[in-house]
């Protein structure tokens, strides 16, 4: 966990400088968009080039307004909640002791208005560079087309625990998560998918019938509330179900 100085002398662009080209070489090898943000600042140290935001986004605007700059994209819903949920997310971070808070992630999903079409993106967002207090100075995100079924969603908590949050858009209030409870069946048929493998290659491996592995996909896409398996896989990989953070046996 690197701390820094919280004095304005600092020189953030030699400082950040390390992260900066580790976010370009994740943007080269990485599906996802890549950026960095300093949370004081409220700027944006960088933006990788994402083909979906091309000629839509001036990243020269977005580095000068920083966060204020997707206003213009945001609907007005979505903004609501996502500045409560921001604003009121830190009782919650309080509440992790410090050694465990380099681990700590905030995942969320929320509309963008780009031109005539609409987008839900999906955004996984963790600390790199902590000031004095131990509070968040300087931040990764990892940005994807989201397959949520809400407009809007927030989910917050430290990586392979199971120390999740999850904000409530009616009551405006951070809750205790409730993991998704898998069978072992359907943990099993979940992860042999994320391998790539088809049902017949599951149902051999299983030593079950091809009509046994639909069915346990249909019951994990009911649980995760997707539309297929594929959904259902870049789902887990996005919320780090793999690591058995979120996803419980059931007894």
């Keep these: 966990m690197q701390i820094i100085d919280n004095k304005d002398t600092v020189d953030f662009s030699t400082m950040y400088a390390p992260y900066i080209e580790m976010a370009k070489a994740l943007s080269l090898i990485s599906h996802q968009g890549v ?4 949370v004081k600042q409220k700027k944006y140290m960088f933006i990788s080039e994402d083909p979906l935001l091309k000629g839509v986004f001036d990243l020269n605007d977005i580095y000068t307004s920083g966060f204020e700059y997707l206003n213009t994209f945001v609907p007005c819903d979505d903004r609501k909640v996502l ?3 921001f604003s009121t997310i830190l009782s919650q971070y309080k509440k992790i ?8 992630v905030v995942i969320l999903s929320f509309r963008i208005l780009l031109g005539n079409k609409t987008y839900k993106l999906y955004h996984k967002i963790s600390p790199l560079v902590f000031d004095h207090e131990g509070m968040p100075r300087l931040v990764l995100g990892l940005a994807s087309v989201s397959s949520h079924k809400e407009n809007v969603s927030l989910l917050a908590g430290i990586v ?4 999740f949050y999850t904000f409530d858009t009616q009551s405006m209030e951070w809750k205790d998560f409730e993991p998704i409870i898998f069978s ?6 979940l992860s042999l998918s994320m391998s790539g493998m088809s049902i017949e290659e599951i149902a051999k491996i299983m030593n079950r019938s091809p009509e046994a592995i639909k069915k346990y996909r249909r019951q ?12 259902a896989v870049s789902y887990s990989i996005n919320n780090w179900i793999t690591y058995g953070s979120i996803v419980n046996d059931e007894l």
């Design 184 to 189: 072992a069946q359907e943990k099993e048929t």
């Design 220 to 231: 994990i896409n009911d649980k995760l509330g997707v539309k297929n398996i594929s959904e």
């Design 83 to 85: 500045e409560c949920g």
């Design 160 to 163: 392979g625990t199971s120390q």
């Design 97 to 104: 002791q410090p050694e465990h808070r380099d681990r700590f």
């Design 35 to 38: 950026y960095l943000a300093d």
